[in-house]
């Protein structure tokens, strides 16, 4: 079996042990539970981007419904944990045929920070995740999920780090909410982009895609320039 075969029976039983357990925790809270905003299916992706929470405030009985209404089955399933493409690059049928925009901002947004053909390659080879999984409006809304759900998202997103094996390891989000969640150890480079630590990982901090003034054109290229130098 090569590398890449052992990669995808890893990450299949990986897949299925997380619907089970958050299926079963979503019944206990009834919330709703995403894991990937993108395909989880690229052995050593050049990034690995880490975002605190997937945001959104829908029930699971209310995600329950439009389960069986458009899949015909009885809960969130290993094969429906992500998306069966790279939205940071592409945007998915659904979202075509829905009419729905909100995505496009993030690609707009990413589009000007990775903006020459280096960056945009490693963006095209990523992978998007949640580190907790359950909806929660707000990162500051995490600390009310119940703790044992909380260190069971914990433990599984280092899991698939060592499953994965990204080049590179690149979280969203504020040092002040990042450290609620454990990343230690801040360092600011310059230009947006802070080194930290998770356990014994190196990581790199950016700015949520949401935070719009480090994504205009000017500070979103900046940023892009030493990322382009930072990245392996």
């Known amino acids: ?3 890449r075969a052992k990669f995808l029976e890893k990450r299949e039983k990986w897949l299925k042990e997380v619907a089970e357990v958050c299926h079963e925790y979503a019944l206990e809270i009834d919330k709703n539970f995403y894991v990937f905003q993108t395909n989880s299916d690229r052995f050593r992706a050049e990034i690995l981007f880490i975002g605190i929470n997937p945001g959104g ?5 209310d995600a329950l419904l439009n389960i069986k209404k458009y899949k015909n089955e009885d809960r969130r399933l290993w094969t429906n944990l992500g998306y069966d493409c790279n939205t940071l690059v592409e945007k998915p049928q659904w979202e075509i045929e829905e ?5 496009d901002v993030m690609r707009n947004r990413l ?10 390659s490693k963006l095209k080879d990523s992978v998007f995740m949640n580190m907790f999984y359950f909806n929660t409006k707000k990162a ?21 780090i ?13 040092e002040t909410n990042l450290k609620k ?13 802070k080194t930290a630590n998770l356990n014994d990982l190196n990581v790199f901090v950016i700015p949520h895609y949401g935070y719009y003034s480090a994504y205009s054109y000017e500070n979103g290229e900046r940023t892009g320039n030493k990322l382009s130098v930072l990245l392996k």
């Open 162 to 174: 060592k499953i994965i094996e990204p080049k590179n390891i690149i979280f969203f989000g504020s």
């Open 57 to 61: 405030n829908e029930s699971y009985s």
């Open 181 to 193: 969640v454990g990343l230690k150890n801040f360092k600011y480079l310059g230009d947006n982009i």
């Open 99 to 103: 009419k729905f925009k909100g995505n």
């Open 111 to 120: 589009k000007i920070m990775f903006h020459n053909e280096h960056l945009h």
């Open 1 to 3: 079996m090569n590398e």
């Open 140 to 160: 500051n809304d995490i600390k009310d999920l119940p703790l044992k759900m909380r260190n069971y998202c914990e433990t599984k997103t280092l899991d698939f």
